[in-house]
């Protein structure tokens, strides 16, 4: 089944929701509610999903895009977080290999800096035993001639010798709308911007949760289920679901930088040690650009709007011109920074990247589930997990199946983009990203197999897909969730803007005076993301 993920379809579901009684309710669209929306669909549970805003707009949309176990995990003894992250990688590389690709990674040894080449080694051994199903290559080490063939801009001082690893990279965005779809293909009913505002119980017991439809500022309706899971990540404890007895949560912040990679200079990705306090750090390869991340400090401010902050900005910018000396990078090469809240639980550890980023599962007096803590790479088991409870309170079984489903795209996307007549570049793009079926749809509308900005892959028909398939329902929507334009572009999609709001103008029925509000507030977003270029501090 090919769920309808358009503007239409959300309408219909949101009349699903106000008139049917489901299984389970999942309240949060970030990759932890996605997969448990997709887990109990895939057991034959009746479920609905919902998100007060898009999904992935949290934190499962502003990662460090990485799916990996954690090499810096076992310094702190986390051997079974590890070993279940490394599990669940191979099988997302195996399940997903069009949303998550092979990464090489190198871990330089310098002398007087940060590990030495024995406990690196022991640490890469470790890393590598506890992978059992040994998708990736083993791990190699590399004297320091054979490092800087490798990585010929690092910075030769003292260097020892370096490891070569493998990890995981993936669009953290694009992995929960895929999450979504197949949620949605298996037969659960989802939509965006539907707030949950209270549960409804009776003799104190939950019985389903009252929803308020944001955009069309409409009247709240019940959706009536037996089971509600919080899954919301770091507003836990909302005022809908004030009754979770979990341990504190103790939100971190993370911030990323995309910078130009030709002013780096990586091949691949490599691991930086912090100049300031000898944090790991990573540079990743990410097309023209370089990821940058990523800072981990205790957040105290809004949850609703973290920016990246000039300090966190120069954290990252001096990490990189340590380690690669020629890049000089300055906050005026920055192309795009991003922030991020981390729904850690709550630690009496000192260093914020000491946290533990183990999750755990609530059980509050009336019924109401609730999850917190875990990893994006984590997110099938953490869903596995939460199901396998809704079914005991259900008195149902039902075969675990997410294991064994494959997920996003086919290995043989690309070729199949190739012979709808799309050129190399651009069904290499596309292939990473879309089914086939679905995006042809749309090739033949016009300008469809142009780019929207000649300098990157994006194609307009992405954006008519993004509306009719991927439930996008705002201009911020398309541009920094469903492309990333907002990430990729020198000015960030500013002048393409207005192009792509009067393309999803007619298929959403917008107003001249709505297209403005939509230019003005994703202009109003980008500027919020560039006022660390303002501070003069330093």
Request: glycine residues 8%; aromatic residues 6%.
């Amino acid at each position: 089944m090919t769920a309808d993920l358009s503007h239409r379809g959300r309408a219909a579901n949101l009349a699903r929701m106000a008139s049917e009684t489901f299984n389970v309710a999942v309240v949060g669209g970030g990759i932890v509610g996605a997969a448990i929306a997709r887990d109990a669909a895939l057991r034959g549970l009746k479920t609905a999903l919902i998100d007060k805003g898009d999904f992935a707009s949290g934190t499962s949309g502003k990662t460090s895009r990485l799916v990996h176990g954690g090499l810096r995990y076992l310094k702190n003894g986390k051997i079974r977080l590890v070993r279940t992250a490394l599990r669940e990688r191979d099988l997302l590389l195996r399940r997903a290999p069009g949303l998550v690709r092979p990464l090489a990674f190198t871990l330089p040894a310098y002398r007087g800096k940060g590990a030495g080449p024995l406990s690196l080694r022991l640490g890469l051994l470790l890393y590598d035993a506890l992978s059992r199903d040994k998708v990736l290559p083993r791990r190699a080490w590399l004297d320091a001639a054979a490092t800087l063939a490798r990585e010929p801009q690092l910075s030769p001082d003292a260097l020892r010798a370096s490891g070569r690893y493998h990890d995981a990279l993936t669009d953290d965005a694009r992995l929960v709308l895929a999450v979504v779809r197949a949620a949605a293909d298996a037969g659960a009913v989802a939509a965006n911007y539907a707030e949950a505002i209270d549960l409804a119980a009776e003799g104190g017991s939950v019985v389903g949760v009252h929803v308020r439809p944001r955009l069309e500022d409409g009247e709240p309706f019940l959706l009536c289920a037996p089971v509600v899971v919080n899954a919301i990540g770091v507003w836990l404890t909302a005022p809908y679901a004030a009754g979770v007895p979990a341990r504190p949560l103790r939100p971190t912040k993370g911030i990323h930088i995309f910078v130009p990679r030709d002013r780096v200079g990586n091949r691949e990705a490599v691991v930086l040690t912090s100049p300031h306090d000898g944090r790991m750090l990573f540079v990743l390869p990410w097309g023209r650009l370089a990821l940058v991340g990523t800072t981990d400090t205790d957040h105290r401010g809004d949850l609703n709007a973290p920016v990246p902050e000039a300090a966190d900005v120069d954290y990252l910018l001096d990490a990189v011109n340590a380690t690669f000396p020629f890049a000089r990078l300055a906050r005026a090469d920055v192309v795009s920074a991003y922030a991020g809240l981390r729904p850690l639980l709550g630690s009496t550890a000192t260093r914020e990247s000491d946290i533990s980023r183990e999750h755990e599962i609530f059980e509050s007096p009336d019924g109401l589930l609730s999850i917190a803590g875990g990893k994006l790479t984590t997110m099938r088991a953490m869903a596995e997990e939460v199901v396998d409870r809704v079914c005991v309170r259900l008195g149902r079984s039902g075969p675990r199946a997410t294991r064994e489903a494959g997920l996003g795209p086919s290995p043989e996307a690309r070729e199949r983009f190739r012979a709808l007549g799309l050129d190399d570049a651009t069904a290499e793009h596309l292939g990473c990203r879309h089914d086939p079926e679905t995006l042809a749809r749309f090739l033949s509308e016009p300008r469809a197999r142009e780019r929207v900005d000649p300098e990157l892959p994006f194609v307009w028909a992405e954006i008519d897909a993004a509306v009719e398939a991927e439930m996008a329902q705002t201009l911020a929507d398309v541009m920094v969730r469903r492309l990333g334009l907002f990430y990729e572009s020198m000015d960030q999609g500013r002048t393409v803007a207005p192009l792509v709001a009067a393309r999803i103008a007619p298929r959403l029925g917008w107003t001249a005076d709505r297209v403005t509000e939509e230019i003005r507030a994703y202009g109003a977003l980008i500027d919020d993301h560039r006022r660390f270029r303002e501070d003069h501090g330093r």
